[in-house]
């Protein structure tokens, strides 16, 4: 871990935003789901929640260019544990899908805590998530197609959320808690030992100012 690295680590991790995250409702696809934490990344998404297929989602290496790492994917057993396990934290939940009463996407208030819901692209968001969501959100279009690909939607709605969030301030300073800050830094700065510390059952030790090891 050399200091420049360790710099840039927590540099990244003081710009992630708790309170902003993607549930993908059986994204099946790998490279979408790959894409999606692409976009998770670029604009400081901390953590990602899926509802898996039966068949479990394989991320695709060269599409998430190993994103996976910085991103922690929670895998829920159904929509509605998912959405109530993100309402209990006090997301608002919005749903990607043109329905009746959808607004436009630029129209929402991002800088609240929000949780975007995402669907296949054949089936899109599912009929429970639709019928639990706060708000359903569209992305106007004027050509002759009905819809994007879910990645390409993602992408936009996770950048309308980083311009309201910057003009916010919101990147500005870190925000997570300084325990929280400190374990998630060490878990991306020394993932292998991070690993073996939990299986341990040991705490995390100290890191330096250029991100040596401290002794315990």
């Not at 680590?9 to 789901?33: C, E, G, I, W, Y």
């Not at 990607?96 to 968001?125: K, Q, W």
């Amino acid at each position: 871990m050399t200091p420049e690295r360790f710099h840039r680590l927590r540099t990244a991790l003081s710009r992630r935003q708790p309170d902003l995250t993607v549930l993908m409702d059986r994204v099946h696809k790998s490279h979408n789901f790959s894409a999606i934490l692409r976009s998770c990344d670029a604009v400081g998404v901390l953590d990602a929640h899926v509802v898996a297929t039966e068949d479990a989602v394989a991320i695709h290496h060269a599409t998430s260019a190993g994103t996976k790492k910085w991103i922690a994917v929670r895998s829920h057993p159904s929509v509605e544990e998912a959405i109530g396990h993100l309402r209990g934290r006090g997301f608002a939940i919005l749903a990607a899908h043109l329905s009746a009463d959808a607004v436009d996407y630029r129209d929402v208030d991002y800088t609240r805590p929000t949780a975007l819901t995402l669907g296949a692209e054949l089936r899109g968001v599912s009929p429970e998530a639709l019928a639990l969501a706060d708000t359903h959100i569209t992305i106007p279009m004027v050509g002759l197609v009905h819809s994007l690909n879910v990645s390409v939607a993602a992408g936009l709605v996770l950048c309308e959320a980083h311009r309201q969030r910057a003009s916010a301030g919101m990147y500005d300073r870190a925000r997570l808690p300084p325990d929280e800050f400190a374990a998630r830094l060490f878990e991306w700065a020394y993932p292998t030992l991070a690993r073996m510390r939990r299986e341990a059952g040991r705490p995390y030790p100290a890191l330096g100012p250029d991100g040596d090891v401290l002794p315990d």
